[in-house]
């Protein structure tokens, strides 16, 4: 996992920048953020519901949160 994958999907995400965002979603390892990202785009594009909109942004933010916090967890613990 890149802690820098985290990193640029909240920047994408907070400069509406969608292509970047897909090219993320491509381009990670890690296919639960892959999935989120993807969730999140169809649902911007394709829905006119609002509130699904949202729900798939919070949920896409929820775990970018999770994982980063996971992952300087993981690193700190690591020697050297």
Known sequence: MRIADYDQALFHTHRSDWDSLLILMVRTKDHILSK???HFLHAY???HDYQIVQSEL???L???????????AYLSELPG
């Open 58 to 60: 919070y949920a896409l």
């Open 62 to 72: 929820r775990y970018l949160d999770h994982a980063a916090e996971k992952t300087n």
């Open 36 to 38: 989120k990202i993807e």
């Open 45 to 47: 594009r394709f829905e």
